[in-house]
């Protein structure tokens, strides 16, 4: 195994201190934020000598669920506790996209109101999964010109309300698989209007109906289904079983199979994070939050690269071209180049 260490520095402008309600790092020009550690020279297809990291936009108080949309040539992400989703680009850098984003409900209340994960589906349309209202649901309006108009597609298990959808993908025949942990809910676990008994994952299927796949992890959060269907993976942020799971899916949509992907228990005391949001790129290469920043494994399911990072990694997106991996990091979107 050939180990090497890339040392990369973010080049920024001095940052603006927020509000935040997460204990961040704060960064400055003079700082070397992060470092790559090469585990296996195949992951030398990824990262250059000379790669370069960027700060692109900072002062959220928790980013999330970054999005790239081809089309209008953006990457979208949510800020959760501001209840709004931002947009990124060469041509405008940061503006307001959505707002309110996941709760739209006119009774004040606090926490993580806002959406967490976003997808576009194969029709076009953006789904969110949204912490304050509960749900996953659809937005009615072109991702050109985005409004706070949504559809349920859904907000309950057998009668009972979900505690605060965090990660949503759908598969091919357009099935969306998604978490529910309790991150969203004012007092988490213990708030009084919690009604699933577990922490489950989900499938809403193609003609509405709901099915609870998974009640076993403690913190089920990222999800991600393999590029040809067969297997879905899921990222528990519970640090006292950091792990990332993965289950074989049958033609019929049956889970069998689950174990363990990669335990990142071990290393939870070393740095910031835990298993969060994850991606896989078109040749299967996953690339995953966990502690200490980005994970990469290859298709084989071999850990072959550390981003690593001073704060803490919440998730992952890439470009249409695969060229640029983005991060959102507490209150920080970061973007770094990729070979090509």
Known sequence: MKKSILFISFCAAILTACNNEKPATQLTTADTLTEVEILDSEAEKFFSKDAKAEIIASGFLWSEGPLWLKDQKILIFSDVPRNTIN?????????????????????????ETGSNGLFLNK???LVLAQHGDRRIAEMQAPLDTPKAIFKTLADKFNGKR????NDVYADSKGNYYFTDPPYGLEKKENDPSKEQAKEGVYRINVDGTVEQL???LTRPNGIIVSNDGSKLYVANSDPARAIWAVYDIDAQGKLSNGKIFMDATPFVSKGKGLPDGLK??????????GPCGIWIFNP????IATIKIKEHASNVAL???ESYLYITAN???LRMKLNK
């Open 331 to 333: 209150m920080y979107l």
């Open 300 to 303: 084989a399911g071999k850990h």
């Open 319 to 321: 470009d249409d071209t």
């Open 123 to 125: 029709e076009g349309k």
């Open 280 to 289: 896989m790129n078109h040749e299967g290469y996953i690339f995953a939050s």
């Open 87 to 111: 947009s990124w680009s060469e041509k405008d850098s940061l503006k307001v996209y959505l707002t309110p984003s996941g709760y739209t409900d006119t009774i004040a209340r606090s926490g």
């Open 214 to 216: 998974i009640d076993s």
């Open 162 to 165: 979900f505690s605060s959808p």
